[in-house]
Protein backbone atom coordinates (compact mmCIF):
# COMPACT_ATOMS: atom_id res chain seq x y z
CA UNK A 1 0.00 0.00 0.00
CA UNK A 2 0.95 3.66 -0.14
CA UNK A 3 2.50 4.17 3.32
CA UNK A 4 3.52 7.76 3.48
CA UNK A 5 3.18 10.70 0.73
CA UNK A 6 5.86 13.66 1.37
CA UNK A 7 5.85 17.06 -0.99
CA UNK A 8 7.31 19.71 -1.10
CA UNK A 9 7.29 23.02 -2.87
CA UNK A 10 4.36 21.76 -5.89
CA UNK A 11 2.23 24.77 -6.59
CA UNK A 12 0.56 25.37 -3.42
CA UNK A 13 1.82 22.94 -0.85
CA UNK A 14 4.92 24.19 0.80
CA UNK A 15 5.74 21.56 2.83
CA UNK A 16 3.48 18.04 3.44
CA UNK A 17 4.30 14.64 5.17
CA UNK A 18 1.32 12.74 4.91
CA UNK A 19 1.07 9.03 6.81
CA UNK A 20 -1.41 7.00 4.88
CA UNK A 21 -2.93 4.17 6.32
CA UNK A 22 -5.03 0.87 5.00
CA UNK A 23 -9.03 0.25 4.38
CA UNK A 24 -11.23 3.54 3.27
CA UNK A 25 -9.44 6.91 3.27
CA UNK A 26 -11.37 10.06 2.44
CA UNK A 27 -9.72 13.34 1.42
CA UNK A 28 -12.71 16.44 1.74
CA UNK A 29 -12.19 19.89 1.59
CA UNK A 30 -13.84 23.25 0.02
CA UNK A 31 -13.22 23.88 -3.76
CA UNK A 32 -10.42 25.25 -4.33
CA UNK A 33 -8.76 23.73 -1.28
CA UNK A 34 -5.78 22.31 -3.28
CA UNK A 35 -7.40 18.58 -3.46
CA UNK A 36 -6.42 18.35 -6.80
CA UNK A 37 -3.00 19.76 -6.66
CA UNK A 38 -2.24 16.44 -3.69
CA UNK A 39 -3.56 13.91 -6.72
CA UNK A 40 -1.20 15.73 -9.39
CA UNK A 41 1.93 15.80 -7.25
CA UNK A 42 1.32 11.97 -6.56
CA UNK A 43 0.82 11.39 -10.59
CA UNK A 44 4.49 13.19 -10.97
CA UNK A 45 5.81 10.97 -8.37
CA UNK A 46 4.41 7.90 -10.51
CA UNK A 47 5.51 9.29 -13.60
CA UNK A 48 2.96 11.78 -15.03
CA UNK A 49 3.86 14.46 -17.38
CA UNK A 50 6.61 17.13 -15.28
CA UNK A 51 5.83 20.31 -15.76
CA UNK A 52 7.52 23.59 -14.31
CA UNK A 53 4.72 25.29 -13.69
CA UNK A 54 4.28 22.42 -10.70
CA UNK A 55 7.18 24.37 -8.88
CA UNK A 56 5.76 26.85 -6.29
CA UNK A 57 6.27 29.99 -7.06
CA UNK A 58 9.89 31.41 -5.70
CA UNK A 59 11.36 28.05 -5.61
CA UNK A 60 13.85 26.50 -8.25
CA UNK A 61 12.30 22.76 -7.66
CA UNK A 62 9.73 20.87 -6.08
CA UNK A 63 10.04 17.05 -4.86
CA UNK A 64 7.54 14.54 -4.47
CA UNK A 65 8.00 11.34 -2.76
CA UNK A 66 5.98 8.35 -2.05
CA UNK A 67 6.85 5.14 -0.13
CA UNK A 68 5.26 2.07 -0.72
CA UNK A 69 4.47 -1.02 1.89
CA UNK A 70 4.26 -4.11 -0.35
CA UNK A 71 4.50 -7.66 0.28
CA UNK A 72 7.53 -9.38 -0.62
CA UNK A 73 5.65 -11.55 -3.53
CA UNK A 74 4.77 -8.27 -5.12
CA UNK A 75 4.90 -8.14 -8.89
CA UNK A 76 6.59 -4.73 -8.61
CA UNK A 77 9.53 -6.43 -6.63
CA UNK A 78 10.41 -8.53 -9.38
CA UNK A 79 10.55 -5.47 -12.08
CA UNK A 80 13.24 -4.02 -9.44
CA UNK A 81 15.23 -7.00 -9.48
CA UNK A 82 14.89 -7.10 -13.75
CA UNK A 83 15.85 -3.54 -13.46
CA UNK A 84 18.51 -4.15 -11.08
CA UNK A 85 17.37 -2.10 -8.44
CA UNK A 86 18.23 -1.94 -5.01
CA UNK A 87 15.41 -4.04 -3.15
CA UNK A 88 15.68 -4.17 0.83
CA UNK A 89 12.53 -3.09 2.12
CA UNK A 90 10.10 -0.03 1.49
CA UNK A 91 9.83 1.01 -2.01
CA UNK A 92 10.80 4.78 -2.55
CA UNK A 93 9.66 6.78 -5.38
CA UNK A 94 10.80 9.85 -6.17
CA UNK A 95 10.70 12.62 -8.35
CA UNK A 96 12.11 16.22 -8.24
CA UNK A 97 10.72 18.71 -10.66
CA UNK A 98 13.04 21.75 -12.08
CA UNK A 99 11.15 24.94 -12.33
CA UNK A 100 12.69 25.28 -15.96
CA UNK A 101 11.07 22.15 -17.31
CA UNK A 102 13.22 18.90 -16.28
CA UNK A 103 12.55 16.29 -13.96
CA UNK A 104 14.82 13.56 -12.68
CA UNK A 105 13.39 10.41 -10.97
CA UNK A 106 14.69 7.62 -8.52
CA UNK A 107 13.37 4.40 -7.39
CA UNK A 108 15.16 3.35 -3.58
CA UNK A 109 17.53 6.24 -4.44
CA UNK A 110 18.79 4.97 -7.81
CA UNK A 111 18.18 6.86 -10.62
CA UNK A 112 15.73 5.18 -13.64
CA UNK A 113 13.99 6.36 -16.75
CA UNK A 114 10.62 7.79 -17.12
CA UNK A 115 9.13 4.35 -18.97
CA UNK A 116 10.59 2.44 -15.43
CA UNK A 117 8.96 4.50 -13.31
CA UNK A 118 6.09 4.38 -14.99
CA UNK A 119 6.04 0.74 -15.73
CA UNK A 120 6.55 0.35 -11.76
CA UNK A 121 3.72 2.75 -10.98
CA UNK A 122 1.36 0.70 -13.09
CA UNK A 123 1.70 -2.16 -10.37
CA UNK A 124 1.30 0.24 -7.24
CA UNK A 125 -1.44 2.47 -8.25
CA UNK A 126 -4.66 3.06 -9.99
CA UNK A 127 -6.31 6.12 -10.52
CA UNK A 128 -9.88 6.51 -11.16
CA UNK A 129 -11.97 9.81 -11.95
CA UNK A 130 -15.43 10.71 -13.98
CA UNK A 131 -12.24 11.83 -17.36
CA UNK A 132 -10.14 8.56 -16.34
CA UNK A 133 -8.29 7.50 -19.83
CA UNK A 134 -6.96 4.40 -18.38
CA UNK A 135 -7.46 1.49 -16.51
CA UNK A 136 -10.59 -0.50 -17.22
CA UNK A 137 -11.71 1.88 -19.79
CA UNK A 138 -8.54 1.36 -21.91
CA UNK A 139 -9.53 -1.83 -24.01
CA UNK A 140 -6.23 -3.13 -24.17
CA UNK A 141 -6.25 -4.45 -20.34
CA UNK A 142 -9.85 -6.06 -20.76
CA UNK A 143 -8.92 -9.17 -21.72
CA UNK A 144 -6.29 -9.83 -19.17
CA UNK A 145 -9.16 -8.28 -16.31
CA UNK A 146 -11.21 -11.34 -17.75
CA UNK A 147 -8.55 -13.72 -17.46
CA UNK A 148 -7.87 -12.62 -13.56
CA UNK A 149 -11.23 -12.61 -12.90
CA UNK A 150 -11.69 -16.05 -14.07
CA UNK A 151 -8.88 -17.39 -12.77
CA UNK A 152 -7.45 -17.97 -16.39
CA UNK A 153 -3.80 -15.60 -16.62
CA UNK A 154 -1.88 -19.05 -15.86
CA UNK A 155 -3.67 -20.46 -18.68
CA UNK A 156 -3.04 -17.62 -20.73
CA UNK A 157 0.54 -17.27 -19.86
CA UNK A 158 0.84 -21.14 -21.59
CA UNK A 159 -0.87 -20.00 -24.27
CA UNK A 160 1.72 -17.63 -24.83
CA UNK A 161 4.45 -19.99 -24.39
CA UNK A 162 2.90 -22.29 -26.98
CA UNK A 163 2.29 -19.23 -29.42
CA UNK A 164 6.09 -18.77 -29.62
CA UNK A 165 6.86 -22.46 -29.61
CA UNK A 166 4.47 -22.57 -32.77
CA UNK A 167 5.83 -19.32 -34.60
CA UNK A 168 9.67 -20.37 -33.75
CA UNK A 169 9.09 -23.84 -35.93
CA UNK A 170 7.09 -22.28 -38.73
CA UNK A 171 9.90 -19.77 -38.96
CA UNK A 172 12.70 -22.64 -38.74
CA UNK A 173 10.51 -24.71 -41.55
CA UNK A 174 10.60 -21.22 -43.60
CA UNK A 175 14.03 -20.95 -43.41
CA UNK A 176 14.88 -24.31 -44.46
CA UNK A 177 12.62 -24.23 -47.57
CA UNK A 178 13.74 -21.23 -48.71
CA UNK A 179 17.42 -22.92 -47.96
CA UNK A 180 16.47 -25.52 -50.13
CA UNK A 181 14.92 -23.81 -53.03
CA UNK A 182 17.86 -21.45 -53.06
CA UNK A 183 20.26 -24.59 -53.13
CA UNK A 184 17.77 -26.79 -55.54
CA UNK A 185 18.61 -23.43 -58.42
CA UNK A 186 22.33 -24.30 -58.13
CA UNK A 187 22.21 -27.42 -57.69
CA UNK A 188 23.80 -27.91 -61.20
CA UNK A 189 26.66 -25.58 -59.77
CA UNK A 190 26.78 -27.20 -56.35
CA UNK A 191 27.60 -30.92 -58.23
CA UNK A 192 30.31 -29.56 -60.24
CA UNK A 193 31.42 -27.47 -57.87
CA UNK A 194 31.56 -30.10 -55.09
CA UNK A 195 33.65 -32.40 -57.87
CA UNK A 196 35.79 -30.64 -58.74
CA UNK A 197 36.90 -29.50 -55.42
CA UNK A 198 36.79 -33.15 -53.89
CA UNK A 199 39.22 -33.82 -57.32
CA UNK A 200 41.98 -30.97 -56.17
CA UNK A 201 41.89 -32.08 -52.57
CA UNK A 202 43.07 -28.65 -51.57
CA UNK A 203 44.39 -29.04 -48.04
CA UNK A 204 45.20 -25.70 -45.27
CA UNK A 205 48.61 -24.24 -45.74
CA UNK A 206 48.87 -26.16 -48.77
CA UNK A 207 49.91 -23.31 -51.23
CA UNK A 208 52.25 -21.61 -48.17
CA UNK A 209 54.01 -25.00 -48.13
CA UNK A 210 54.19 -25.59 -51.84
CA UNK A 211 55.42 -22.17 -52.69
CA UNK A 212 58.10 -22.56 -50.50
CA UNK A 213 59.31 -25.40 -52.11
CA UNK A 214 59.39 -24.28 -54.84
CA UNK A 215 61.57 -21.55 -54.04
CA UNK A 216 63.98 -23.62 -52.64
CA UNK A 217 63.77 -26.17 -56.12
CA UNK A 218 64.64 -22.99 -58.29
CA UNK A 219 67.28 -22.00 -56.06
CA UNK A 220 69.07 -25.28 -56.42
CA UNK A 221 68.51 -25.41 -60.22
CA UNK A 222 70.76 -22.29 -60.51
CA UNK A 223 73.57 -23.57 -58.43
CA UNK A 224 73.58 -26.99 -59.74
CA UNK A 225 74.01 -25.45 -62.99
CA UNK A 226 76.80 -23.41 -61.89
CA UNK A 227 78.35 -26.71 -60.18
CA UNK A 228 78.07 -28.55 -62.95
CA UNK A 229 80.02 -25.88 -65.40
CA UNK A 230 82.72 -26.28 -63.02
CA UNK A 231 82.55 -29.89 -62.28
CA UNK A 232 83.03 -30.42 -66.32
CA UNK A 233 85.77 -27.79 -66.38
CA UNK A 234 87.92 -29.66 -63.17
CA UNK A 235 86.97 -33.15 -64.27
CA UNK A 236 84.70 -33.30 -67.79
CA UNK A 237 85.45 -33.05 -71.28
CA UNK A 238 86.87 -29.70 -70.64
CA UNK A 239 89.24 -30.53 -67.72
CA UNK A 240 93.12 -30.36 -67.87
CA UNK A 241 93.83 -33.39 -65.58
CA UNK A 242 94.37 -36.11 -68.76
CA UNK A 243 97.02 -33.38 -70.45
CA UNK A 244 98.63 -32.73 -66.81
CA UNK A 245 98.53 -36.28 -66.58
CA UNK A 246 100.58 -37.15 -69.60
CA UNK A 247 102.86 -34.24 -69.03
CA UNK A 248 104.07 -35.72 -66.26
CA UNK A 249 104.47 -39.34 -67.41
CA UNK A 250 106.73 -37.66 -70.34
CA UNK A 251 108.74 -35.02 -67.58
CA UNK A 252 109.43 -38.28 -65.27
CA UNK A 253 111.15 -40.20 -68.31
CA UNK A 254 113.41 -37.39 -68.42
CA UNK A 255 113.66 -37.10 -65.36
CA UNK A 256 117.19 -38.99 -65.05
CA UNK A 257 118.47 -37.11 -67.97
CA UNK A 258 118.13 -33.66 -65.88
CA UNK A 259 116.47 -34.12 -62.30
CA UNK A 260 117.24 -31.04 -61.18
CA UNK A 261 115.40 -29.53 -63.73
CA UNK A 262 112.58 -31.95 -64.03
CA UNK A 263 111.40 -33.12 -60.51
CA UNK A 264 110.48 -29.23 -58.95
CA UNK A 265 107.77 -28.91 -61.90
CA UNK A 266 106.49 -32.66 -61.64
CA UNK A 267 105.82 -31.90 -57.92
CA UNK A 268 104.54 -28.73 -58.99
CA UNK A 269 102.19 -30.52 -61.51
CA UNK A 270 101.41 -33.44 -58.68
CA UNK A 271 100.21 -30.82 -56.67
CA UNK A 272 97.91 -29.44 -59.30
CA UNK A 273 96.51 -32.93 -60.06
CA UNK A 274 96.21 -33.30 -56.36
CA UNK A 275 94.40 -30.15 -55.88
CA UNK A 276 91.78 -30.59 -59.23
CA UNK A 277 90.97 -34.04 -57.77
CA UNK A 278 89.96 -32.57 -54.84
CA UNK A 279 88.02 -29.76 -56.46
CA UNK A 280 86.07 -32.38 -58.48
CA UNK A 281 85.38 -34.58 -55.51
CA UNK A 282 83.56 -31.30 -53.31
CA UNK A 283 81.51 -30.29 -56.61
CA UNK A 284 80.64 -33.45 -57.59
CA UNK A 285 79.30 -33.61 -53.40
CA UNK A 286 77.80 -30.26 -53.67
CA UNK A 287 76.22 -31.27 -56.66
CA UNK A 288 74.57 -34.10 -54.82
CA UNK A 289 73.66 -32.01 -51.97
CA UNK A 290 71.49 -29.91 -54.80
CA UNK A 291 70.28 -32.30 -56.72
CA UNK A 292 66.12 -31.98 -57.32
CA UNK A 293 63.79 -33.61 -59.84
CA UNK A 294 62.93 -31.14 -62.73
CA UNK A 295 59.72 -33.42 -62.75
CA UNK A 296 58.87 -32.40 -59.25
CA UNK A 297 59.08 -28.85 -59.97
CA UNK A 298 57.23 -29.03 -62.72
CA UNK A 299 54.03 -31.35 -60.29
CA UNK A 300 54.54 -27.90 -57.74
CA UNK A 301 54.17 -25.51 -60.48
CA UNK A 302 50.86 -27.45 -61.61
CA UNK A 303 49.47 -28.27 -58.53
CA UNK A 304 50.21 -23.95 -57.45
CA UNK A 305 48.62 -22.98 -60.68
CA UNK A 306 45.61 -25.22 -60.12
CA UNK A 307 45.07 -24.24 -56.34
CA UNK A 308 45.05 -20.45 -57.38
CA UNK A 309 42.99 -21.27 -60.55
CA UNK A 310 40.55 -22.52 -58.33
CA UNK A 311 40.16 -19.62 -55.58
CA UNK A 312 39.68 -17.08 -58.01
CA UNK A 313 37.24 -19.02 -59.95
CA UNK A 314 35.29 -19.57 -56.17
CA UNK A 315 35.89 -16.20 -55.00
CA UNK A 316 37.77 -17.20 -51.70
CA UNK A 317 42.00 -17.02 -50.51
CA UNK A 318 43.72 -20.41 -51.77
CA UNK A 319 43.94 -21.77 -48.07
CA UNK A 320 39.64 -21.28 -47.01
CA UNK A 321 39.03 -23.76 -50.49
CA UNK A 322 39.05 -26.62 -47.95
CA UNK A 323 36.20 -24.96 -46.22
CA UNK A 324 34.64 -24.26 -49.26
CA UNK A 325 34.77 -27.57 -50.43
CA UNK A 326 33.18 -28.89 -47.52
CA UNK A 327 30.51 -26.46 -47.61
CA UNK A 328 29.25 -27.38 -51.08
CA UNK A 329 29.30 -30.93 -49.82
CA UNK A 330 27.08 -30.15 -46.79
CA UNK A 331 25.00 -27.91 -49.03
CA UNK A 332 25.08 -31.08 -51.65
CA UNK A 333 23.97 -33.66 -48.59
CA UNK A 334 20.99 -30.70 -47.09
CA UNK A 335 20.04 -30.78 -50.57
CA UNK A 336 19.61 -35.05 -50.75
CA UNK A 337 18.65 -34.93 -47.45
CA UNK A 338 16.11 -31.87 -47.09
CA UNK A 339 13.05 -33.29 -48.21
CA UNK A 340 13.04 -35.41 -45.53
CA UNK A 341 14.26 -32.85 -43.26
CA UNK A 342 11.83 -30.28 -44.27
CA UNK A 343 8.86 -32.55 -43.73
CA UNK A 344 10.06 -33.20 -40.36
CA UNK A 345 9.94 -29.42 -39.82
CA UNK A 346 6.48 -28.87 -41.44
CA UNK A 347 5.18 -31.73 -38.79
CA UNK A 348 6.89 -30.22 -36.14
CA UNK A 349 5.24 -26.74 -37.16
CA UNK A 350 1.69 -28.28 -37.44
CA UNK A 351 1.88 -30.50 -34.42
CA UNK A 352 2.51 -26.95 -32.41
CA UNK A 353 -0.19 -25.37 -34.41
CA UNK A 354 -2.10 -27.80 -33.17
CA UNK A 355 -1.25 -28.14 -29.73
CA UNK A 356 -1.65 -23.68 -29.42
CA UNK A 357 -5.47 -23.69 -31.63
CA UNK A 358 -6.37 -26.53 -29.30
CA UNK A 359 -5.45 -24.89 -26.13
CA UNK A 360 -6.46 -21.42 -27.43
CA UNK A 361 -10.01 -22.77 -28.21
CA UNK A 362 -9.76 -23.92 -24.34
CA UNK A 363 -9.06 -20.72 -23.28
CA UNK A 364 -12.05 -19.39 -25.16
CA UNK A 365 -14.37 -21.32 -23.93
CA UNK A 366 -13.00 -20.08 -19.95
CA UNK A 367 -13.09 -16.56 -21.23
CA UNK A 368 -17.07 -16.92 -22.45
CA UNK A 369 -17.68 -18.57 -19.06
CA UNK A 370 -16.07 -16.52 -16.91
CA UNK A 371 -17.54 -13.30 -19.12
CA UNK A 372 -21.05 -14.62 -18.35
CA UNK A 373 -20.04 -14.45 -14.18
CA UNK A 374 -18.50 -10.99 -14.69
CA UNK A 375 -21.42 -9.46 -16.47
CA UNK A 376 -23.87 -11.03 -13.80
CA UNK A 377 -21.43 -10.22 -10.59
CA UNK A 378 -21.18 -6.19 -12.49
CA UNK A 379 -24.91 -6.47 -13.04
CA UNK A 380 -25.75 -7.18 -9.37
CA UNK A 381 -23.51 -4.23 -8.39
CA UNK A 382 -25.40 -1.80 -10.69
CA UNK A 383 -29.10 -0.97 -9.08
CA UNK A 384 -27.83 0.34 -5.83
CA UNK A 385 -25.94 3.09 -8.15
CA UNK A 386 -28.92 3.95 -9.64
CA UNK A 387 -28.06 1.92 -12.75
CA UNK A 388 -30.91 0.05 -12.92
CA UNK A 389 -31.79 -0.18 -15.84
CA UNK A 390 -28.06 0.12 -17.41
CA UNK A 391 -26.66 -3.31 -18.34
CA UNK A 392 -22.53 -4.22 -18.66
CA UNK A 393 -21.78 -7.06 -21.32
CA UNK A 394 -18.37 -8.22 -22.32
CA UNK A 395 -18.00 -8.13 -25.97
CA UNK A 396 -16.00 -11.16 -27.06
CA UNK A 397 -15.18 -12.10 -30.27
CA UNK A 398 -13.27 -14.77 -31.35
CA UNK A 399 -11.46 -15.29 -34.62
CA UNK A 400 -9.11 -17.80 -35.59
CA UNK A 401 -7.18 -15.67 -38.24
CA UNK A 402 -6.60 -13.19 -35.88
CA UNK A 403 -3.88 -15.75 -33.49
CA UNK A 404 -1.80 -14.46 -31.25
CA UNK A 405 0.62 -14.55 -27.86
CA UNK A 406 -2.94 -13.79 -26.27
CA UNK A 407 -5.40 -16.32 -27.96
CA UNK A 408 -7.65 -15.43 -30.85
CA UNK A 409 -10.17 -13.59 -28.62
CA UNK A 410 -11.04 -9.95 -28.48
CA UNK A 411 -12.27 -8.79 -25.46
CA UNK A 412 -14.00 -5.32 -24.20
CA UNK A 413 -16.65 -4.09 -22.02
CA UNK A 414 -19.54 -2.73 -23.11
CA UNK A 415 -22.26 -0.95 -21.34
CA UNK A 416 -26.13 -0.50 -22.15
CA UNK A 417 -27.37 2.50 -19.82
CA UNK A 418 -31.09 2.43 -21.34
CA UNK A 419 -33.57 -0.03 -22.75
CA UNK A 420 -34.21 0.35 -26.23
CA UNK A 421 -30.48 2.44 -26.64
CA UNK A 422 -27.50 0.66 -28.70
CA UNK A 423 -24.73 -1.10 -26.24
CA UNK A 424 -21.36 -0.28 -27.05
CA UNK A 425 -17.70 0.58 -25.76
CA UNK A 426 -17.98 1.85 -22.52
CA UNK A 427 -16.24 3.98 -22.38
CA UNK A 428 -18.12 5.69 -25.61
CA UNK A 429 -21.38 5.22 -24.66
CA UNK A 430 -21.14 6.19 -20.98
CA UNK A 431 -21.75 9.63 -19.28
CA UNK A 432 -19.46 10.73 -16.79
CA UNK A 433 -21.07 10.19 -13.58
CA UNK A 434 -22.21 6.87 -15.12
CA UNK A 435 -18.49 6.12 -15.95
CA UNK A 436 -17.43 6.48 -12.90
CA UNK A 437 -19.95 4.11 -11.28
CA UNK A 438 -19.41 1.31 -13.70
CA UNK A 439 -15.92 1.78 -12.72
CA UNK A 440 -16.90 1.60 -9.63
CA UNK A 441 -18.95 -1.88 -9.70
CA UNK A 442 -15.60 -3.26 -11.56
CA UNK A 443 -13.26 -2.53 -9.19
CA UNK A 444 -15.83 -3.73 -6.85
CA UNK A 445 -16.09 -7.46 -9.02
CA UNK A 446 -12.16 -7.30 -9.76
CA UNK A 447 -10.39 -5.70 -6.25
CA UNK A 448 -8.73 -8.94 -5.35
CA UNK A 449 -7.84 -10.16 -9.24
CA UNK A 450 -5.10 -8.33 -11.19
CA UNK A 451 -6.04 -4.94 -9.13
CA UNK A 452 -2.89 -2.76 -7.86
CA UNK A 453 -2.41 -2.52 -4.13
CA UNK A 454 -3.83 1.25 -4.28
CA UNK A 455 -6.89 2.66 -5.98
CA UNK A 456 -7.53 6.27 -5.78
CA UNK A 457 -11.17 7.59 -6.38
CA UNK A 458 -11.26 11.51 -8.16
CA UNK A 459 -15.08 12.71 -7.06
CA UNK A 460 -15.99 9.46 -8.52
CA UNK A 461 -19.45 10.53 -6.87
CA UNK A 462 -19.73 14.00 -8.53
CA UNK A 463 -23.22 14.98 -9.52
CA UNK A 464 -24.95 12.02 -7.50
CA UNK A 465 -26.36 11.77 -3.80
CA UNK A 466 -28.40 10.72 -1.19
CA UNK A 467 -28.94 6.67 -1.58
CA UNK A 468 -26.82 6.61 -4.92
CA UNK A 469 -23.97 8.88 -2.75
CA UNK A 470 -24.60 6.28 0.11
CA UNK A 471 -24.46 3.09 -2.33
CA UNK A 472 -20.82 4.35 -3.55
CA UNK A 473 -19.53 4.71 -0.25
CA UNK A 474 -20.73 1.23 0.83
CA UNK A 475 -19.07 0.01 -2.31
CA UNK A 476 -15.49 1.85 -1.43
CA UNK A 477 -15.50 0.50 1.67
CA UNK A 478 -16.11 -3.16 0.64
CA UNK A 479 -13.34 -2.81 -2.11
CA UNK A 480 -11.31 -1.62 1.41
CA UNK A 481 -11.36 -4.30 2.87
CA UNK A 482 -8.83 -5.86 0.18
CA UNK A 483 -7.11 -2.86 -0.79
CA UNK A 484 -6.24 0.54 0.13
CA UNK A 485 -9.16 3.01 -1.25
CA UNK A 486 -8.44 7.16 -1.20
CA UNK A 487 -11.13 8.73 -2.23
CA UNK A 488 -11.88 12.34 -3.13
CA UNK A 489 -15.47 13.06 -2.48
CA UNK A 490 -18.00 15.37 -1.98
CA UNK A 491 -20.08 13.45 -0.52
CA UNK A 492 -20.88 12.57 3.45
CA UNK A 493 -22.20 9.51 2.85
CA UNK A 494 -19.12 8.64 1.27
CA UNK A 495 -17.34 10.62 3.97
CA UNK A 496 -18.74 9.09 6.88
CA UNK A 497 -18.14 5.17 5.47
CA UNK A 498 -14.26 6.19 5.56
CA UNK A 499 -11.91 4.28 8.29
CA UNK A 500 -9.55 7.64 8.03
CA UNK A 501 -10.58 11.25 7.12
CA UNK A 502 -8.23 13.78 5.57
CA UNK A 503 -9.36 17.54 5.49
CA UNK A 504 -7.74 19.58 2.84
CA UNK A 505 -7.42 23.24 3.11
CA UNK A 506 -6.10 26.31 1.97
CA UNK A 507 -4.83 29.49 4.48
CA UNK A 508 -2.23 32.12 5.11
CA UNK A 509 0.63 31.30 7.63
CA UNK A 510 -0.66 32.64 11.31
CA UNK A 511 0.02 36.28 11.80
CA UNK A 512 0.80 37.08 7.64
CA UNK A 513 0.08 39.70 5.99
CA UNK A 514 -3.29 39.56 3.44
CA UNK A 515 -1.42 39.60 0.18
CA UNK A 516 0.88 37.05 2.28
CA UNK A 517 0.94 33.79 -0.21
CA UNK A 518 -1.20 30.62 0.75
CA UNK A 519 -0.08 27.25 1.43
CA UNK A 520 -2.46 24.03 0.94
CA UNK A 521 -2.39 21.63 4.11
CA UNK A 522 -3.89 18.51 4.75
CA UNK A 523 -4.86 17.72 8.09
CA UNK A 524 -6.21 13.74 9.75
CA UNK A 525 -9.72 14.48 11.51
CA UNK A 526 -10.20 13.11 14.60
CA UNK A 527 -13.99 11.91 15.80
CA UNK A 528 -14.94 15.49 16.59
CA UNK A 529 -13.58 17.37 13.68
CA UNK A 530 -14.75 14.56 11.44
CA UNK A 531 -18.16 15.15 12.91
CA UNK A 532 -17.79 18.30 11.89
CA UNK A 533 -16.52 18.26 8.18
CA UNK A 534 -19.46 15.96 7.48
CA UNK A 535 -21.61 18.77 8.84
CA UNK A 536 -20.25 21.17 7.19
CA UNK A 537 -20.44 19.17 4.12
CA UNK A 538 -24.27 18.13 4.56
CA UNK A 539 -25.27 22.08 5.40
CA UNK A 540 -22.42 24.24 3.35
CA UNK A 541 -21.27 27.29 4.74
CA UNK A 542 -22.86 27.30 8.02
CA UNK A 543 -23.26 24.29 9.86
CA UNK A 544 -26.55 23.77 11.73
CA UNK A 545 -27.46 21.86 14.81
CA UNK A 546 -29.84 19.92 12.13
CA UNK A 547 -26.38 19.24 10.15
CA UNK A 548 -24.23 18.04 13.29
CA UNK A 549 -27.16 15.75 14.00
CA UNK A 550 -27.47 14.40 10.53
CA UNK A 551 -23.56 13.72 10.66
CA UNK A 552 -23.97 12.05 13.52
CA UNK A 553 -26.78 9.84 12.24
CA UNK A 554 -24.50 9.12 9.25
CA UNK A 555 -21.50 8.29 11.78
CA UNK A 556 -23.93 6.25 13.44
CA UNK A 557 -25.59 3.81 10.57
CA UNK A 558 -21.75 3.08 9.42
CA UNK A 559 -20.01 3.14 12.84
Known sequence: MLASLSIRDIVLIEKLDLALNEGLTVLTGETGAGKSILLDALSLALGGRGDGALVRHGAAKGQVTAVFDLPLSHPARLLLAEADIADEGDLIVRRTQTA???????????????????ALAARLVELHGQHDDRALVNPASHRALLDAFGGLAGEAIALGVLWRGWRAAVTEADGERARLEAAAKDADFLRHAAAELNTLAPEAGEEGRLAERRAAMMRSEKIAGDLSEALDAVGGGGSPVPT?????????????????????????????????????????????????DPRELERIEERLFALRAAARKYGVATDDLPA??????????????????????????????????AAAKHLSAGRK??????????????????????????????????????????????????????AGPMMKVASGGELSRFLLALKVVLADRGSAPTLIFDEIDTGVGGAVA???????????????VLSVTHAPQVAARARHHLLISKASAPGAANDA??????????????????????AGATVTAEARAAADRLLGVVG
Not at 388 to 409: C, I, N
Not at 470 to 484: H, M, N, T
Open 470 to 484: DAIGARLSRLAERVQ
Open 517 to 538: PVTTRVAPLTDDHRREEIARML
Open 369 to 422: AAAGRLEAAVNAELPPLKLERAVFSVALESDAAAAGPEGQDRVEFWVQTNPGTR
Open 100 to 118: DGRTRATINDQPVSLQTLR
Open 244 to 292: LAAAVRRLERRAGEAQDLVKPAVEAIDQALDALESARAHLEAALREADF
Open 324 to 357: RAARFSADLVALDRGATRLAALDRAAGEASLAYM
